[in-house]
């Protein structure tokens, strides 16, 4: 047979095969069919064995299922794979906050979010540990970055205006707050929150 | 309903030609795709050309429909396809490596294309190219399985290069005394050969379906033509000798060209142009030479399609014309100074022009010509008129004097326009310019045939383009009607964020289709089962 076409290109290093399996394990774990989740995943796995993606998803799972351990075993097979898998490194601090590890849970966020500053689940997890731990700086920065790439998540917004206000930047608080409400005329967080910072703002006036 | 179809007149009797060497492991995967089909009058030629013996596997078959031609030397696959057609039957011919398969559709499929009037005397489909990984016990795992070729018939492109896999074809077997059998000099793009040879006879009807598949090891090929393509000059020699070569006369689909070389003497750059005409020529040809007594014996070359034309020690360029003129036999004529460049189509620019124009009277100067290498080409009729009308003047004049229009080509006349656009929406996608590459689809699918594919590949463009809107209702139209595991995995991504369910179900599909036809048809055969 004589090949007319010179398709290397298609050739890719990830297969349907792998992308079709990792795809059902992600949608199988999102509507919470564990079991076939799983499935998905180790096949996934035997057909594409480098690829730290369905270790990503047999720890979702794991975590889901609250065997911790499980969990970091999978998250850091994946880790060894691809040592730039942010979706790995969430998923460890995952694992530390569940343990109450606050400290190791904050830094493994923080890695995930070098790596990615698009990676939701580190985000809110960051703030969440954040918390806990009463120190927003980096925190802010990231959801800084992350509106600039989803400029209109509505709740990453508000988590930032709330920030703000918190840090006493009521300007950029009402600014944002703002952008919310031109999005979301109704949202009501949005314009308890903005009632709050116009009345600091008029504290801050008053008193000059 | 296709079953019902094919069953309500006889089935006509079809000849499946299936040669082997060295691939025990995969012949009986080969084979049971044929033994399987829904259409059942078929004769199986298996031909084994040398190597492992195979009787074994033939025989737990103990299906009378398997003629088995066990040779012990190998003599290459255009051998044993001849050896099996001299023995075949069929009012049909369709063929299958020993490493692909057909789907259960595939024959009945073709044979409907063939019987339903289109006068077409070859039909084909489209084919999976199925990317897979060898396991040390020889084993195939399927990874990717791309429908990267599913091209309308283009009569110039075939002349030019191969475009239809054998195994996605069939043709009828009477064709076969016009267009003469597989050539058994050739040891790669023997394929190709003989459709190229069948386009000078009939239209092919191209069956916008998929209906089986070729394997691609991923790695080192064991494929015959990955071989010899690592052996350009062999290639070379082959290509070269496919592209020259003219079956027997009539051709009722194809115009001859013949070339006239003008020429003061016979020089090396002759000798050159000649060589430059063979390299650079893909439309059939002869090239006619003018030459006188005393240059006779004097061209030292074996180049294909050069026929000499003895003419008179004075003769002007003009009698030189009219002595070429009176021996070939082309219907488009080609004068060509010895001097002109010759590039890659040099001369099939303005031929594409010609044969497609509906005015008559009509010249086309050649791309590259001058005022001094001045090169036409027009209608033998049309030349045969100026001359004898109007010997006496230069060839220009006379053919002005005959009321024929000289011009030049237009950019919307040239060939491979479509294969143009293809190339520029394939740059802008490696550029990353998504956005070009979905609109440059757009247009290829508004103004060219075979739709459908280029459709297909449009949707990942909008999708990467970030057009998700525009990518979700294009592949859902595409999956309707010829779904693939691409655009299955394409329209699951898009649909993922709002309706996990279906895309479950969509990706669902698209794992079948990657077992397929294991999962269904093969696996559920307990003779299949027993030989893997």
């Not at chain 2, 054998?166 to 000099?185: A, C, D, P, Q, Y």
Request: hydrophobic fraction near 40%; glycine fraction near 4%.
């Amino acid at each position: 047979m004589d090949i007319t076409q010179n398709n290397t290109d298609q050739q890719k290093n990830t297969t349907q095969r792998y992308e079709v399996l990792q795809e059902l394990g992600d949608c199988n774990t999102s509507v919470g069919n564990y079991e076939e989740a799983q499935r998905c995943y180790e096949k996934a796995a035997s057909v594409s064995p480098d690829e730290p993606g369905p270790y990503v998803g047999l720890g979702v799972i794991a975590l889901q299922k609250n065997l911790l351990d499980d969990a970091r075993i999978a998250f850091r097979v994946a880790c060894r794979l691809d040592p730039d898998c942010s979706k790995a490194y969430a998923g460890l601090a995952m694992v530390a906050q569940q343990n109450g590890d606050h400290r190791s849970a904050f830094d493994m966020y923080l890695k995930s979010l070098e790596l990615d500053t698009d990676n939701l689940t580190a985000l809110l997890g960051l703030f969440q540990t954040s918390c806990r731990m009463g120190s927003f700086v980096q925190v802010t920065y990231y959801l800084e970055a992350y509106l600039d790439i989803h400029p209109g998540d509505i709740s990453v917004m508000f988590t930032l205006a709330a920030l703000y206000m918190k840090d006493n930047r009521f300007e950029q608080s009402k600014k944002i707050l703002l952008d919310i409400l031109a999005l979301v005329p109704s949202n009501k967080d949005a314009i308890n929150l903005l009632e709050e910072v116009e009345h600091k703002l008029a504290q801050r006036e008053s008193t000059g | 309903m296709m079953e019902k179809d094919h069953k309500k007149k006889a089935e006509p009797l079809v000849s499946v030609l299936l040669p082997t060497y060295n691939r025990r492991s995969v012949l009986p995967t080969a084979l049971s795709s044929v033994v399987r089909q829904n259409y059942s009058n078929l004769e199986i030629f298996v031909i084994r050309d040398g190597g492992e013996d195979v009787s074994d596997i033939i025989n737990s078959f103990n299906d009378p429909r398997i003629a088995f031609i066990d040779r012990s030397e190998n003599r290459g696959k255009a051998f044993s396809l001849n050896q099996a057609l001299l023995q075949a039957n069929g009012k049909y011919i369709a063929y299958l490596d020993d490493d692909d398969l057909y789907y259960p559709h595939h024959i009945g499929t073709l044979v409907n294309a063939l019987e339903d009037g289109s006068n077409c005397q070859v039909a084909y489909s489209d084919l999976h190219r199925t990317y897979c990984r060898i396991g040390p016990d020889g084993e195939r795992e399927v990874l990717s399985k791309i429908l990267d070729i599913s091209r309308d018939f283009d009569r110039f492109f075939t002349l030019c290069f191969n475009h239809t896999l054998h195994v996605s074809l069939m043709h009828t077997r009477e064709i076969l005394e016009k267009t003469g059998t597989f050539n058994e000099k050739l040891n790669i793009l023997i394929d190709w050969d003989l459709t190229r040879r069948l386009s000078f006879f009939t239209d092919f009807h191209h069956v916008h379906e998929i209906t089986g598949e070729f394997y691609h090891p991923v790695g080192d090929s064991d494929r015959i033509s990955a071989r010899y393509h690592k052996e350009q000059d062999e290639y070379v020699k082959n290509f070269l000798a496919i592209r020259t070569t003219r079956p027997p006369k009539p051709w009722p689909k194809i115009k001859d060209m013949s070339i006239i070389l003008t020429m003061d003497g016979l020089n090396e750059q002759v000798q050159d142009t000649l060589v430059s005409i063979w390299r650079h020529t893909f439309y059939p040809y002869q090239v006619y030479l003018p030459l006188r007594q005393s240059e006779f014996g004097k061209l030292d070359m074996e180049i294909p399609n050069v026929v000499t034309v003895p003419v008179e020690s004075r003769a002007s360029k003009e009698q030189s014309i009219d002595a070429a003129l009176t021996e070939c036999d082309g219907d488009v004529i080609a004068i060509v100074p010895a001097a002109f460049p010759i590039r890659n189509l040099w001369v099939e620019d303005s031929l594409y022009a010609l044969v497609n124009s509906s005015v008559s009277k009509e010249a086309f100067e050649l791309e590259d010509s001058t005022y001094k290498l001045w090169a036409v080409i027009l209608n033998r009729e049309d030349l045969d008129y100026a001359r004898k009308n109007f010997p006496h003047l230069p060839l220009c004049q006379s053919l002005k004097a005959a009321g024929i229009i000289i011009r030049r080509v237009l950019a919307e006349e040239i060939p491979f326009q479509y294969d143009q656009l293809l190339e520029q929406a394939r740059a802008a996608e490696k550029d990353g310019n998504w956005l070009k590459a979905a609109q440059t689809f757009g247009y290829i699918a508004e103004h060219y045939q075979n739709k459908l594919w280029i459709r297909t590949q449009a949707v990942r463009a909008f999708f990467k383009a970030g057009l998700h809107t525009q990518a979700a209702q294009l592949v859902h139209q595409v999956n309707q009607q010829r779904p693939t595991v691409d655009t299955l995995l394409l329209e699951a991504r898009l649909n993922r964020r709002k309706d996990c369910k279906s895309a479950i179900e969509i990706l669902e599909k698209a794992e079948q289709m990657l077992e397929f036809p294991f999962n269904q048809v093969l696996q559920n055969d307990p003779v299949f089962k027993e030989k893997i």
